[in-house]
């Protein structure tokens, strides 16, 4: 079932615990690594960098989540699309420092998905790239 809502301040707090400890697993898939390649040749060596940033954005409006009790009992999913104009400012990178392509439009959004377990206070950043 989706939502669109806020968590918890405990959630959110917990959330932002494992971020500051980088405690976090990221799926490196094709469009993950593209969009954080891109990051680093702009200049943003630490994905932690590109994590906070993201993730001091979405905190703050709500966004979809959800929970799967067949796959992954216990977790719930956080999603959501971002401006990436804002995005770039939380790295304070201009837009013609990011180097992703050159078409790529400054009103695109960066699309991500959390995956977070609420007893074992595990985190894993399944998607964060530009929306298709």
Known sequence: ????ATLSKATLDNIQKIIDTKNYL??????????ISAIYQ???IDTYELIQAIWNIANKRPF?????????????YIWNDLPLKEVLIGLELEMHEFKYCEALKPNKNVYFKFRFNL???????LSIHISD
């Open 119 to 125: 007893n074992s206070k595990e985190l894993v950043i």
């Open 64 to 76: 979809n989540f959800g929970k799967d009790d067949q796959g992954y009992p216990g977790f719930i």
């Open 1 to 4: 079932m989706v939502q669109k």
């Open 26 to 35: 990221l799926n490196l898939n094709i469009k993950n690594q593209k969009f």
């Open 42 to 44: 702009s200049g943003i």
